[in-house]
């Protein structure tokens, strides 16, 4: 990290009370405080002097919170359940059981496309690792209203990615761009994403890391160790509990630079604690080195510690720091990757470019580069609208493209181009992080 750029967080006892946040992506509201103790690990900590600090604008920041970072079901489930739920108003209490329902009539339409995609790929003897929500909400998570999903990611090994795309196609799926197989494979792990009106978006996965990129591994590894997983009204693979954490810790991290929102974190508490008995922590200390994902997992092992009480041995901790010389647990990294993953997802709207914007020297470079940010060339318009555009077409979309950008960036980027400074944002700080991530 930079110097001068460390961030006012205090660090607590491990597995103790949430922190009081006050870097500059969080501000100690009491909402947050409130949130949190709704998804630790010792529900104890959601005491009722606690939730007496929250007014009725406190109480819709809340839902706010929950909405936001995907966790209503929890935060439902834990106010319910405790010995403070008459300090819960009515009308709270209404819209977090609201959430529940549509969680589950979603889950409901989830494993009905499901077993229709797993059908298809059986068929063509298309072996199927379930990934992320499809596995946690049913073999993790007690009650699968508990983990909402917004998508449905499936694994299929990469000899067979053309087959089972052609399946999702022909169930009426459509892709979100146009795009050919091997072209995405060897720039993602999955291919675009797959719509359908009324149905969940699919993402078809070959490998869960991206090729090209220091953390890559190779998918065979996942094959060698999966697991039978029972995800409603089919069966499929999952990966093996050491892999499924190593992978929760992965997307937090290097995929999202911590910023993917709390739920990341608390899903890796959750699975922490759903394979307590059955972990097998020396095969995870020696498959993240293999791996070599000490950064990355270090950190998120130690944030859902420190956050949510996660069950994380110490020695396992030790062991990234000693393999990074300190670095998997370094404070300075910790409470910056904290304060990204605290900070509400819609901050991070702010795209890559305009933190490079913030580092620009001068008025003409930075002018430059915002002419060729609104101003995209044609070939790169085409590719994100999915068509060959016409000259009418264009100039609608710059028009539309310019709108919306001076619309969410236009204050920050005035004091930039008259040479000013601002403040450190979720972008940069997300860069830092990714560069520290990739020292690794």
């Known amino acids: 990290m930079a110097a001068g750029q460390a961030l006012d967080v205090t660090l607590p006892a491990p597995g103790g009370p949430p922190p009081p946040i006050t870097g500059d992506a969080a501000t100690g ?58 300090l819960v108003p009515a009308n709270v209490q209404r819209d977090l059981r609201d959430a529940a329902r549509q969680t589950a009539a979603r889950m409901l339409r989830a494993q009905t496309q499901i077993a229709e995609l797993v059908s298809g790929f059986d068929t063509a003897s ?52 146009p795009f050919t197989v091997d072209q995405e494979a060897a720039a993602k792990s999955h291919i675009a994403r797959l719509t359908r009106p009324e149905s969940l978006d699919v993402e078809i996965h070959w490998n869960i890391t991206a ?44 995929q999202h630079g911590f910023e993917f929102g709390i739920r990341s974190l ?42 949510f009480g996660a069950d994380v041995p110490g020695d396992a901790l030790d062991s990234f720091a000693a393999d990074t010389g300190g670095a998997a647990t370094d404070t300075e990294v910790i409470n910056a990757a904290r ?54 077409r264009l100039a609608m979309l710059y028009v539309v493209r310019s709108c919306t950008l001076i619309g969410r960036y236009a204050r920050s980027a005035i004091g930039l181009l008259e040479g000013g400074t601002a403040p450190l944002g979720p972008a940069e700080r997300r860069q830092q992080l990714r560069r520290w991530l990739s020292e690794g």
């Not at 009722?48 to 439902?76: F, K, P, Y």
């Not at 089972?164 to 761009?177: F, H, K, M, N, V």
């Not at 029972?230 to 093996?240: E, K, N």
């Not at 699975?271 to 080195?289: G, N």
Request: with cysteine.
């Open 266 to 307: 608390v899903d890796v508490a959750a699975t922490l604690r759903r394979f307590d008995a059955e972990l097998d922590w020396e095969l995870v200390v020696r498959q993240c080195r293999a791996w070599r994902w000490q950064r990355g997992v270090g950190v998120s092992l130690s944030l859902a510690r420190e956050l």
């Open 339 to 392: 304060v990204q993953i605290l900070g509400e997802p819609s901050l991070y709207a702010e795209s890559h470019h305009f933190a490079r914007l913030r580092t620009t020297p001068g008025f003409w470079p930075k002018a430059g580069q915002t002419w060729g940010r609104i101003f995209l060339p044609r070939s790169e318009m085409s590719r994100l609208h999915g068509k060959n555009l016409g000259l009418g």
């Open 29 to 86: 509201d009491a909402a947050l405080a409130v949130l949190l103790a709704c998804l630790h690990q010792d529900a104890l900590l959601l005491r009722g002097e606690l939730l007496t600090t929250l007014d009725e604008d406190g109480w819709q920041r809340l839902l706010s919170l929950a909405a936001a970072h995907s966790v209503r079901g929890l935060v439902n489930q834990r106010l319910t359940d405790s010995s403070v739920v008459s």
């Open 211 to 254: 090729p090209n990129v220091p953390y890559s591994i190779d998918p065979a590894d996942l094959w060698a160790r999966t697991v039978p997983v029972d995800v409603g009204r089919c069966q499929l693979l999952g990966l093996s509990p050491e892999q499924l954490l190593l992978h929760l810790c992965a997307h937090a991290s290097y």
């Open 126 to 177: 298309i072996p199927v690792i379930a990934l992320k929500g499809v596995h946690l909400a049913r073999a993790v998570y007690p009650n699968q209203t508990l983990r909402a999903m917004q998508d449905i990611d499936l694994l299929v090994p990469r000899e067979d990615l053309q087959s089972a795309t052609d399946i999702a196609l022909g169930l009426g799926y459509t892709p979100i761009r």
